[in-house]
């Protein structure tokens, strides 16, 4: 789950960690009272979950608190990579000496948490590793030891930062590594950590990410914030993934219910996990247009597999259905298959003329198979490739039948 | 006698009297797999299909030797469970867990290479030596385990469960059978990687060939490129990576924890240019990897 600057923000300064002074508004009213007490220019700073909203008009600044009031209707009516902008986080404007780097991750290949410095900042990290990786400063710790004050001592020597400086910056990278292995947090990072004119340094923006799955034990420290467990897409989610998304959660039996809208004429019930990502990649490659993504696996239940087909069979636009997954270990081929039957039945469709295909195998297929020639669904065993069977839905889609 | 299995497997299930647990438990009983001994808190004196339940690992340990270990419990106990098979000297400890924190699998593994451990998983559906031993539900029933794994010369791995048995499946319909088939897990950070798997699929004899499923998300196929190409790897390897679609979906995150694209980064273009650059064979659909295999078996 990502945080929201103000957020992270909020939890870093609790870490005695120095951040700008702000406020996060939601009218231009509250945007120009907050100019005219802090006496100077200010940032004004949409806070939306995008990446990279500096370049599409996320971050503006303003002089005069009338300048913070047009400036803040206009953002606040603008809408960034689809996210409506609510609120903005209002600061002082500070005179910037220079930018840096801090943040510590894991590293998958090492297994381990990361450290990783640079004295270049105020950029995305990875482009400085591809331009100037000499740039690039990193420390794999041990997640029992974790970060040790000479290690960040160590690291923070290769920050170019004048006299006595570095001790303030290792204090931070410090409370950084305190904070990321409180939180359970997979990402914490300070970018820019700046160097003020008044030889201050500064946390002038954050970007953290929570573990999901680490939720359950965050809770509380969370609460501490005001901060909630929410849904965290790249994008909001639609109605139809809503839905999908209820239907998931009312049972929490199977893996099933992932759904990603798209806006094609092919249903699909896929799956799970491997088996869904083969399936969509062969049905774009036969020149499908798939009208979603959805996975079914983990012994989902008849139940649960019946509300998400008529879910999908009754999206607008939906010409066809293909049920493709790979053979079976731990979920049974006849559940699939009746839950297909049964939302058709329901829906008032006839699995004989209805455009429909179904590709599975493994346990209990025999019993799955026979309930498919009792409607006349064509189905097709392990025979069948997956490619195959993708091919032949896209084929059925165009022919109608 | 393959890699990580043999006739000397001794198994533990940790988390027994789960209700997946008990399936899997009966499954690997039917494939002649030794599940000596389960272990449960509060379920001691109790039996899974007349497989002993005990409180402790240890007490499990004392009075069945064991080498091996399944962790099927739920996530917030996975790293406890974990620790206690690694420190009373299990030397395999397969994790079927789901959702465990990445901060918990860190601490896992680290413990583990302390003691000289190997960890699978997490978020594995097991391992299965063909006709011989399996971990867990790979296959399925008997009956249907019996027709998609099938003893053979080919090691597969794969990062997903499902598309495990499909891969060795669709091998052996074609008459191609497997030396390994291991789940190594979905998860951003997984025990035994495919790089930490090759060096030893190179000293294994009964290895001919191997095939890698490979999906969107972390580096684990670069650095899998990586060591392939520095080592001069001897022996061939057939590569599938699903999911090329996630590519133009940066941020978007499909089936498994770890399938998520960010720019370049973990972008299967970049995965299958790199594994090409080290002589990996990328076939562009998963059928095609029967093709490609044959052609190695062939030419050795």
Redesign the interface.
Known sequence: MRLYEFESKKILSSYSIPVPKGRVVTSSQEARIFAQEVAGPIALKAQVLA?GRGKVGGVRFAESPQEAEQVAQEMLKAEIQGYAVKSLLVEERLDIEQELYVGCT?D??K???LIICSSLGGVDI?EVSRKHPEKIHKSSV???MGLQPYKAWELVQNLDLPAKLPWAAQAILLKLWGFF?QF?A?LAEINPLVLTSRGELAALDAHIEI????L??QKERLGRFQIEERED???PPTPFEIEAAQIDKADYRGVAG?V?QFDGNLGLLI????????T???V??YGGKPAN?C?V?GNAPVSKICKLAKLVLSKPGVEGIAVI??????SRVDFVARGLIKAMVELGMDPKSYPVLFRS???FEEEGYAILRKYGVRYYD??T????AAGLAVEMIKKGS | MAILLSDSTRVIVQGITGREAVTFTKGMLDYGTRVVAGVTPGKEGHRVYGVPVYNCVETAMRNHEANTSIVSVPPGFAKDATFEAIDVGIELVNVFTERIPRGDVAQMIEFARQKGVRIVGPNSLGMISPGRVKLGPAGGPLSECNRAFTPGSVAVLSRSGGMLTETCSLLSQNGIGQSIAINIGGDPIVGSAFFDLLPLLEDDPETKAIVLFCEPGTFQEEETARFVKETSYSKRIVAFIAGSFVDTMPGMRFGHAAVIVHGESGATRTKAKVMREAGIVVVDFHSEIVAAVKKILNQS
């Open positions: 990446t894991y998958e290949v297994k381990t948490p990875n041990s997640s029992f292995s359970d997979i573990e999901d799955d680490a359950f034990r897409k790249a994008r992932r990603i799956g799970a996990g491997g088996g869904s990502l083969t969509f990649d062969a774009l490659r993504y996975e696996g997954t790979n053979v079976y270990s731990n195998a493994g346990a392990r025979s490739s997956m490619d195959e």
